[in-house]
């Protein structure tokens, strides 16, 4: 059984294959004109969807096909490529321009994973016996998309991690004039509220001792797009120790989100010539 279904890795291969530079298959450059035929990038591709999903090891997926130092190597030259990050502007750009981003209902929120192999970001977590986790700030539209992330320790509270968060939308481009940022409890503060102002944005916060039903507000939506993406077992246990590794495969993570959401949204209203036969 495939990892994801044909009518999501088709399209998101096709995107990422144009975003690579043209490489011979042989080394041209070699002494003897005898190198062995370069790995296909669609075989690594596959292999980094595997890793995504399953959240198993390098060397667990590596086969005939294709080695484990193979996979790390090509990852690590589409990361200085910045090709993971720019398949996912293009992949929102895309949403936004079929479906249209949500973006004057903004939710954050944190949300905190194991990291047993220690690493960069990650820290002792205060939910966790104390163990080595990884909290990531997400932002996401009023429907869920996500938006982008920060990466920080398990032992980093939620508040201090709002503006770095916020500094994402510059990267947006054009905003509404109006804009709502829905927030739980742990950023009722005088502090939050001033960063909000300060930035002309609308901040609708749970407040702290008052039970809120989770549907009183639009805040269900980051959580929600939370557990997509820890449906991708890389990023619920996160093994990778280079904060640079994790953010790729984040980014490859909120591209098929982006992706999915975009096929299941047009699927009523669009016609094309791979449509599955069935709404995602």
Sequence with gaps: MPV????????????????????????????????????????????????????????AVSDTTCSATTIRNRRNEWIRLGVFARLKQIAL?????????????????????????????????????????????GMTDGYGIPLGRVLAGANRHDSPLLAPTLDLLVDLGPLPE??????????????????????????????????????????WH?????????????????YERRVAVIDAFFDLADTIITVR?????AWTTHRWDNRPNRRP
């Excluded at 298959?25 to 595997?50: E, T, W, Y």
């Design 261 to 265: 959401s975009l096929l299941r949204r």
């Design 178 to 219: 109006a804009i709502t940022v829905h927030l739980d409890a742990g950023y009722d503060s005088d502090k939050t509220r001033a960063e909000l102002a300060a930035r002309s944005l609308h901040g609708r916060i749970a407040h702290k001792g008052e039970k809120v039903p989770i549907q009183a507000s639009q805040r």
């Design 4 to 59: 994801l279904p044909s009518w999501l890795t088709d399209p998101l291969w096709d995107q990422f294959a144009a975003l690579l530079p043209k490489r011979p298959a042989v080394d041209p450059a070699h002494p003897l004109g005898c190198h062995r035929r370069r790995i296909s990038d669609r075989i690594v591709f596959d292999k980094l969807l595997q890793l995504l999903r399953f959240g198993c090891s390098y060397q």
């Design 222 to 238: 980051v959580e929600r797009t939370h557990a997509w993406q820890n449906a991708f077992h890389r990023l619920a246990r996160c």
């Design 93 to 137: 750009e895309s949403y936004d321009r079929i479906v249209g981003l949500v973006l004057d209902q903004i939710a954050v929120d944190d949300s905190i994973t194991k990291a047993p192999g220690g690493g960069e970001a990650a820290r002792r977590s205060p939910v966790d016996r104390g163990k080595q986790g990884l909290t990531r700030s």
